[in-house]
């Protein structure tokens, strides 16, 4: 009996276990289910919005939230609260993924070049990163917002300078460690172009890495924004976004406190959202940890 | 010389240097370590040259400068008499094809995020990318000559045992059909019942495919079984080389007899007496003035400390460098 029964355990456990391994944590389903409403409200924000984000309902100014016109009230102008957060989520995520994207790309490639290159163009890499580290980033974003004036493309290129440093050192630490560990320099050593080597073996090892880091860096360009758009230099009315609704919502916080609060949870839920998943995707994308 | 057939060497080396700089501290004076010093070699096609030495002595150095990994600060490696080209130039990745390295840890050497069929064909991939389907073939082909499945193949190189791993290596510096491997401690990292596999199947392979190769271990027996000559490097320098039968039945120098009589023998067990070797292991950044062997050394002589032996063709394939076993052939009156 026990003969018959033993074989059939062994067997099944390996696939029980893998099956565990493959299912998604409801947590993780949570978060991406709130990032896909984010970016399906983003992509079709004006046909989702009741009304025209800037519209003006004088009658009900500062409606509270169940208001039968106004699901979500109304600020101290009666433009619709609701309307305006989609429009603000369309900007926000904009910005947020246009600059998380460029500051990614731009820091990955530096510390590429920084571990290939070694020497000269190594250290003026690194000096550049210490620099962009010991700068007060609002300050050098306020400086070129106060030159160059302030428009949506400049917003997104400014932001996508921001935190490419960590990237650039993450990346060129771990292209020289992958050099010095093996297989970076073993495929060098099948005669493997540069391009080869970093792009199909040290960029996909150290992705789980970046993915982290850029989650991490996502809701800090979500908070910037909000920064520079409470202080006026970012976002400029009547265009809106989070960091601009809770900037001028501030206002009212005491007598309409969902202006603000609208925007402030949708940060918060969506800067949650994206490190769940990051984590979730760090696992998965680790082939050793599957 | 016309009409005599001479067989040219496959890979040859002349006088070779490598210096490393080290710095101790920020401020700290740099000493030179000299990883490899004026070492001359020359492996015949289809010939294993195995140099054996203690860590340090300059064994994993030699096998980069062979394989044009590293450039020798001093001296010249030739591949079919052509002087080898810089690394990362396109005629130095060309030449891949033609010659390969088998590492002491093939986990480190795979990458770890892919299939390994994919990683045995990527040599192909790399040269001759048009022909994405005969390469696909060649790689099956190669899986199963190593002896993995393909099932194996599909998996991940940490879901391999490491004897599985080292033929994934094995298999992958093959693709292009080199002639020329460089097996640095192929087999110390692996359990010694796998040993023997891979050595036989390296063997194998070499026959089959007609390799030389440049065997690099501190392991005697795996030198033994495998090389047709050996070399016996101390800090960086060839202390004696011959063919791997003489070398290990009458060892000459004594650095390479307190080796030979320190490794396990099962038949002679109790008839040899073993040579223990006095004093630190050496230090590459202090080497000691004259013979570099000389303070651990049973036998040393007076001018040991002060020059260094030069090495010395002592019969026909076989050279030492040692004051001593030259003043000993002397008195007794033998061919040098």
Redesign the interface.
Known sequence: MTDQTLPAATAGEPIEHSARARRIPLLVWIAIGWLVAMVIIALFAEALAPYRYTAPDLRNRLAPPGHALHWLGTDELGRDVLSRLFISIQISLLIAFGASLISAALGTILGFLAAYFRGFIEQVVLMLADFQASMPFLILALSVLAFFGTSLVLLVCLMGLFGWERYARIARGLAISANAQGYAAAVGQLGASPFRIYLRHVLPNIASTLIVMMTLVFPEVILLESALSFLGLGVQPPVTSLGNMVGYGREYITRAPWIMLAPAVTIVLTTLAVSILGDHLRDKLDPTLR | MIGRTRIEPLVSAENLRRTYRSRKGLFGATTDVRAVDSVSFAVMPGETLGIVGESGSGKSTMGRLA?G?ETPDRGQVFYRGLPMPPPGTGEW?????KM??I?Q?PL???????PVLTQIR??LD??QPAAARANEEAAAKMLARVGLSPEQGAR?P?ELSGGQRQRVVLA?ALMTRPDFLVCDEPVSALDVSIQAQVVNLLADLQAEFGLAMLFISHDLRVVRQISNRVAVMYLGQFVEEGSADDLFAEPLHPYTRALVSAAPQARSAGKAERVVLAGEPPNPARRPAGCAFHPRCPVARPECRVTAPELRSVGPARRVACHAVEAEILSFGEVA
């Open positions: 394989l990994l990745r060309k030449l891949r094809q390969q390295m590492y840890d480190g050497a795979l990458d770890r995020r892919l990527e040599p790399i040269h991940y940490h992958r």
